[in-house]
């Protein structure tokens, strides 16, 4: 096998044996086949009309490979052979050997693997909008023509073409997603979210899938069973239509690389809709069920039956556990108990009088998006550090799981506003896009010459689809971290650094001197 598609992948080079993650060499080269049939399945379809159904696998092939999502042989296997199926419906392809995905010249390779990296990542959104009976024409081509692309040779000057190409059409289906969870759900408006676990049956959800809460709250209201986020669904708490649903009661545990500790000996059902699942530790193993794309060797699996899905066995499950018997106490990491969430693009630019005043005033002086994935490497303490030391008279922006790191933090307020506010979950960078070109817009400037610094922790796909919109919109200067990607060679970091000002973090004393001066 050969991984590296992640941050934590050993040695900071490359998972062979197997993964650090969990997955097995054998899966990994499953996966490779996977995606080595994808790139057919684009060859079969060139010039052909696709189908919703195709489409759907397509979505869903790209996203089982994401990391920390589907470490279950026989599901990857049941993919491939739909996927075989339909190329031979289009009239076959010249095959792609799955061995060349990783292989060949390391410049080429990294470009490539940027790319792919990145579909995968947009997959994953694409699908949570696809749950919610959302798509773009535009967006879905892409995905074949991103495979296609793969599967091919380009010139450096090409692939970085491709590559920003990319990232606009990823800041669509961002959009897209945006605008499939605030039309279901109404726009989120800020809200303080429990880390206490009241007495009695809870289950804990994990992961991005918004619909999937919703369905789940559904089907346990009025059975007396709790319902808990965790990880990025936390901002979840935010959205009107979401909860107006007493049930959902608070936030369990803190990112995802601590659910071994933190689940361990709990009596609750734990629900994963998409990545961060790591292997489940035998002690609660029996009480965690995956669904989508999830998927992991004798977890109990929801599966869809036409976008609807039955809990009823999660549900029975955190009934027969039947919870704690008093009120069980908790804090993030820091010690701290209160989460708040909600500041998505809606609420900020509704304060946009507010902060423009404020910064004409020079009570606030600088902004960060401190935003992007946790993980398990020490260096992460970077970023709870970064924003200890922010001075009071800068704001902090922050969206997806690394916002662990510090979001039990007091960090006060700035005339009346939080200085630290959460825009929501990885794909909600888009808010963040959205108020960075609002603000640029009010102060006639373009988004570089804003008082506004991105400092950015990456761990797994998603941030590479996320990146490349940074990079495909001109953003300059972000600082990336806790280490470089495995898969960026030095030449092409040569290229992100005089192209883009891409600054690896160094520490935040350093930093945050050299940006505010
Ligand atoms: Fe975190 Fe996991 Fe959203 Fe990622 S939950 S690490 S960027 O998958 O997806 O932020
Ligand atoms: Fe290694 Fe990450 Fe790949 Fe897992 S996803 S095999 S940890 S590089």
């Known amino acids: 096998m050969f991984c590296f598609q992640c941050e934590q992948t050993a040695g900071g080079k490359g998972c062979t044996k197997a993964g650090v993650c969990g997955k097995s060499a054998d899966v990994a080269l499953q996966q490779d086949e996977l995606t080595a049939a994808l790139v057919e399945l684009a060859r079969a379809a060139q010039g052909k009309k696709s189908s919703p159904r195709v489409d759907e696998l397509v979505l869903q092939g790209l996203f089982a490979t994401v990391t920390n999502v589907n ?34 010249d390391p410049d080429t390779v990294s470009l490539r693997s940027t790319l792919l990296l990145g579909l995968r990542g947009m997959a994953a959104y694409a699908w949570h909008a696809y749950t919610l009976g959302k798509t773009d024409d535009e967006v879905t081509a892409w995905f074949y023509k991103g495979l296609n692309a793969v599967g091919a040779d380009h010139s450096a000057g090409e692939w970085l073409e491709l590559l920003l190409e990319f990232g606009r059409v990823n800041l669509k289906c961002m959009a897209l997603l945006d605008e499939a969870n605030t039309s279901a759900y109404g726009h989120p408006t800020p809200a303080e979210v429990p880390t206490n676990v009241a007495p009695g049956p809870f289950i804990v959800i994990s992961g991005h899938d918004l619909y999937d809460l919703k369905q789940l709250l559904e089907q346990t209201e009025g059975r007396g069973v709790n319902i808990y986020t965790h990880g990025e669904m936390l901002p979840a708490h935010a959205y009107p239509e979401l909860r107006k649903y007493a049930h959902l009661k608070g936030n369990f545990g803190t990112a995802w690389q601590n659910q071994q500790k933190e689940f361990d000996g709990v009596p609750a059902a734990f629900l994963f809709t998409t990545n961060c699942l790591m292997p489940p530790k035998a002690s609660y193993a029996d009480r965690v069920f995956t669904t989508a794309v999830v998927g992991y060797p004798e977890l109990q699996h929801i599966p869809d039956e036409d976008g609807r899905k039955d809990f009823s066995p999660v549900i029975e499950k955190a009934l027969e556990l039947g919870g704690w018997t008093e009120t069980r106490h908790f804090t993030g990491i820091n010690g701290g108990s209160r989460l708040l969430t909600g500041f998505a693009r809606q609420t900020v630019l509704g304060a946009a009088g507010q902060v423009i005043d404020a910064v004409k005033a020079g009570a606030i ?33 922050t969206l997806a799981c690394g916002k662990y790191r510090f979001n039990d933090l007091d960090l006060g307020t700035i005339g009346g506003l939080p200085r630290l506010m959460d825009m929501g979950q990885c794909n909600d960078a888009y808010s963040a896009i959205q108020v960075a070109l609002a603000l640029a817009d009010a102060f006639q400037c373009g988004v570089n010459d804003l008082p506004l610094t991105l400092v950015l922790s990456w761990y797994e796909q998603k941030a590479v689809c996320i990146l490349l919109t940074l990079l495909a919109l001109g953003v300059k200067n972000i600082y990336l971290g806790p280490t470089l990607p495995a898969f960026i060679s030095s030449n092409v970091l040569n290229i992100l650094v005089e192209q883009f000002g891409i600054k690896p973090i160094s520490t935040p004393e350093a930093d945050l001197q050299a940006i505010l001066g």
Do not use: S
């Open 71 to 104: 470490f279950d042989g026989a599901r990857i296997n049941e993919w491939i052979q739909k996927i075989r199926t339909e190329i031979i419906a289009f009239g076959g392809a010249a095959p792609f050997d799955a061995a060349a995905l990783w292989q060949g």
């Open 365 to 397: 002086k600088h902004f960060f998006l401190v935003g992007g994935c946790d993980g398990a490497r020490p260096g992460r303490n970077y970023y709870t550090e970064f924003v200890q030391k922010a001075p009071q008279d800068t704001i902090i922006l």
